[in-house]
Nanobody
Framework: QVQLQESGPGLVKPSQTLSLTCTVSGGSIATSYYYWTWIRQPPGKGFEWMGAIASDGSIYYSPSLKSHTSISRDTSKNQFSLQLSSVTPEDTAVYYC????????????????WGQGTQVTVSS
């Protein structure tokens, strides 16, 4: 059973960088045939796919977020991370990491495993 757990600060100031880490257990991010994915859900809105990293290390970004998003991984810790720079209050959302069978939002792809989600608020 694959389990994912997000970690990171719950409050970030505008213009700063949001950094989150997803720790995976029960499966290797380097060998499991999943896209290790970051998605978010702003208050009152649907899920927004942010990007993903594949088991071979290939990284994919949402075109709308690519300019200020960075995804990386540490295979020795079985973790993958998200950095979102120059945040604004519009980046306030619940952020999830997940293991998905394809690239894109949950309504279009099979999402087999999810983290519990972490609330991030952007405010001064």
């Amino acid at each position: 059973q694959v389990q994912l757990q997000e970690s990171g600060p719950g409050l970030v100031k505008p213009s700063q960088t949001l950094s989150l880490t997803c720790t995976v257990s029960g499966g290797s991010i380097a060998t499991s045939y999943y896209y290790w994915t970051w998605i978010r859900q702003p208050p009152g809105k649907g899920f927004e796919w942010m990007g993903a990293i594949a088991s071979d290390g290939s990284i994919y970004y949402s075109p709308s977020l690519k300019s200020h998003t960075s995804i990386s991984r540490d295979t020795s810790k079985n973790q993958f991370s998200l950095q979102l720079s120059s945040v604004t209050p519009e980046d306030t959302a619940v952020y999830y990491c997940a293991a998905s069978g394809g690239l894109g939002p949950p309504e279009d792809n099979e999402y087999d495993y999810w983290g519990q989600g972490t609330q991030v608020t952007v405010s001064s």
